[in-house]
């Protein structure tokens, strides 16, 4: 029990992956738009991702999905992109 203890206590609280994050941002645009609208997604999971102190590769898959021009900008600038139609 205490390796398991010990392996709990390792991890700050509310630490999460990038993968539950987009997960929340899922269910919090279907729950609140009770439907799938994808520009509310888009904007969720952009406000997600510039939260991040540090981005996976997926969170930078999913803004070069929903921006092409995210792919371009340095570091710096993809913390501050939008999603734009």
């Given at each position: 029990?205490?390796i398991?203890?010990s392996?709990?206590?390792a991890t700050?609280?509310?630490?999460?992956?990038?993968?539950?994050?987009?997960?929340?941002c899922i269910?919090?645009?279907?729950?609140?738009?009770r439907?799938?609208?994808?520009?509310?997604?888009?904007?969720?999971s952009?406000?997600?991702?510039?939260?991040?102190?540090?981005?996976?590769s997926a969170?930078?898959?999913?803004c070069?999905?929903i921006?092409?021009?995210?792919?371009?900008?340095d570091?710096e600038?993809?913390?501050g992109?939008?999603?734009?139609?």
């Amino acid at each position: 029990m205490a390796i398991l203890d010990s392996l709990c206590m390792a991890t700050p609280v509310k630490q999460y992956t990038d993968d539950t994050a987009m997960t929340k941002c899922i269910a919090e645009s279907l729950i609140t738009q009770r439907k799938y609208d994808p520009d509310d997604l888009a904007k969720r999971s952009l406000e997600e991702y510039k939260s991040q102190t540090e981005s996976s590769s997926a969170w930078k898959e999913v803004c070069a999905l929903i921006n092409s021009e995210f792919k371009t900008l340095d570091e710096e600038k993809k913390k501050g992109v939008w999603y734009t139609q």
